[in-house]
């Protein structure tokens, strides 16, 4: 006999396409990743720490808040260190919600708000993005309803690319003082969009990062909340003691002391291969959506025989239907060198179906 909650039963797990990746094989632009593996000083305390006999003890993460919270810019006390920031996006939803409440997940968007709402049986409300107008301002506001309790917002948001504005969000968490207004900055290092400074002033606003994306240590799985004194202690209550593994702690310290090499990245990412894609795609004809990320939705009338030939080229992509189920493919932006290896492969899949 079943014995666990009907609706957990009847939910279906998320499940994200990773068998067969391997960065030996491919170039992957499926998942948003860093494309270039960690530096060398990440790799020597991983390797330094696994050689010192210290695995047998339980983590202790010593004055990690701290290192984090001065890189955001905010208190100790107003961050927490979390599992990936999947895991700070399931302890906010399960810490501001009851089932039957309203959750309020402007779509499509990443998966796991959606799973995390149903896993606690919340009635879900999803205005929809669109390309020509962005962020659909107008429809959370006009579901914000007395028994809302969690909007959840990924700015810039996946797989759209689409950001919202300071003052856009402002508005929200004004509306709804009675919910918690989630904002996901998990691309903030590529967009440079923040409402970090704002913990103080709205109660009601909790952040979520990560160290998955731009600092390219998705396998760590270390994210982190951001929120007021009072909100980080709550959720301290939730989180367990040892939910981050201490490799996690000891990669970050590294990557942390030696930023340069991220900042590198994410300077080639945003202002040499996304411009060169965008302009590939413009000159092409292919719909895409304006993006602060770095990914680009695309909407390439061919896009499974591009896909295909992507593919065969060794190069991975995230095809993605929109809320009219049209296909487009979400492409991470990488090295300037991928980037033209990439445009390259899908101009002859153009050239081809043209002819
Ligand atoms: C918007 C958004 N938030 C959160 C995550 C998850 O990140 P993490 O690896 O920190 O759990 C992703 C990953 O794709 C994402 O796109």
Same mark, same amino acid.
């Given at each position: 006999?079943?014995?666990?909650k009907?609706?957990?039963?009847?939910?279906?797990?998320y499940?994200?396409?990773?068998?067969?990746?391997?960065?030996?094989?491919?170039?992957l632009? /499926?998942f948003?990743?860093?494309?270039?593996?960690?530096?060398?000083?990440?790799?020597?305390a991983?390797v330094?720490?696994?050689?010192?006999g210290?695995?047998?003890?339980?983590?202790?993460?010593?004055?990690?808040d701290?290192?984090?919270?001065d890189?955001?810019?905010?208190?100790?006390?107003?961050?927490?260190?979390?599992?990936?920031?999947d895991?700070?996006?399931?302890?906010?939803?399960?810490?501001s919600?009851?089932?039957?409440?309203?959750?309020?997940?402007p779509s499509?968007?990443?998966?796991?708000?959606?799973?995390?709402?149903?896993?606690?049986?919340?009635?879900?409300?999803?205005?929809?993005?669109?390309?020509?107008?962005?962020?659909?301002?107008?429809?959370v506001?006009?579901?914000?309803?007395?028994?809302?309790?969690?909007?959840c917002?990924a700015?810039?948001?996946n797989?759209?690319?689409?950001?919202?504005?300071?003052?856009?969000?402002?508005?929200?968490?004004?509306a709804a003082?009675?919910?918690?207004?989630?904002?996901?900055?998990?691309?903030?290092?590529?967009s440079?969009?923040?409402?970090?400074?704002w913990?103080?002033?709205?109660?009601?606003?909790?952040?979520?990062?990560t160290?998955?994306?731009?600092?390219?240590?998705?396998?760590?799985?270390?994210?982190?909340?951001?929120?007021?004194?009072?909100?980080?202690?709550?959720?301290?209550?939730?989180?367990?003691?040892?939910?981050?593994?201490?490799?996690?702690?000891?990669?970050?310290?590294a990557?942390?002391?030696?930023?340069?090499?991220?900042?590198?990245?994410?300077?080639?990412v945003?202002?040499q291969?996304?411009?060169?894609?965008?302009?590939?795609?413009?000159?092409?004809?292919?719909?895409?959506?304006?993006? /602060?990320?770095?990914?680009?939705?695309?909407?390439?009338?061919?896009?499974?025989?591009i896909?295909?030939?992507?593919?065969?080229?060794?190069?991975l992509?995230?095809?993605?239907?929109?809320?009219?189920?049209?296909?487009?493919?979400?492409v991470?932006?990488g090295t300037?060198?991928?980037t033209?290896?990439?445009?390259s492969?899908?101009?002859?899949?153009?050239?081809?179906?043209?002819?």
């Amino acid at each position: 006999m079943a014995t666990f909650k009907k609706h957990i039963h009847a939910m279906t797990a998320y499940k994200p396409p990773l068998d067969g990746r391997d960065p030996q094989r491919h170039t992957l632009l /499926d998942f948003n990743e860093r494309t270039i593996p960690v530096s060398q000083p990440v790799i020597d305390a991983l390797v330094e720490y696994v050689q010192s006999g210290r695995l047998q003890m339980y983590p202790a993460y010593g004055d990690i808040d701290q290192l984090i919270a001065d890189y955001c810019g905010v208190k100790a006390e107003q961050v927490m260190i979390t599992n990936g920031s999947d895991q700070g996006i399931d302890l906010i939803i399960r810490s501001s919600c009851e089932a039957g409440d309203q959750a309020i997940i402007p779509s499509p968007s990443f998966a796991m708000y959606h799973q995390c709402a149903k896993i606690e049986n919340l009635d879900i409300i999803e205005p929809t993005y669109t390309r020509e107008e962005g962020f659909p301002l107008q429809g959370v506001l006009e579901a914000i309803s007395p028994k809302t309790r969690v909007i959840c917002i990924a700015n810039p948001n996946n797989p759209s690319g689409t950001s919202l504005s300071r003052e856009a969000i402002a508005q929200i968490l004004t509306a709804a003082p009675h919910a918690t207004v989630l904002i996901d900055e998990c691309y903030f290092e590529y967009s440079g969009l923040t409402v970090c400074d704002w913990v103080d002033q709205y109660p009601n606003l909790v952040i979520t990062r990560t160290f998955s994306k731009t600092w390219g240590v998705p396998a760590l799985r270390i994210g982190l909340v951001i929120s007021c004194k009072a909100n980080i202690q709550a959720l301290l209550n939730v989180r367990g003691p040892y939910d981050i593994n201490q490799l996690a702690i000891v990669g970050i310290r590294a990557a942390l002391a030696n930023p340069e090499y991220t900042q590198q990245y994410v300077r080639e990412v945003m202002t040499q291969s996304k411009p060169m894609l965008e302009a590939f795609l413009a000159s092409a004809d292919i719909p895409f959506w304006p993006s /602060d990320a770095n990914y680009i939705w695309c909407f390439p009338k061919a896009h499974e025989r591009i896909n295909q030939a992507l593919i065969a080229a060794g190069i991975l992509v995230r095809p993605k239907a929109d809320a009219n189920g049209d296909i487009g493919l979400r492409v991470t932006l990488g090295t300037l060198e991928q980037t033209q290896v990439l445009i390259s492969v899908m101009q002859q899949a153009l050239t081809e179906s043209e002819g």
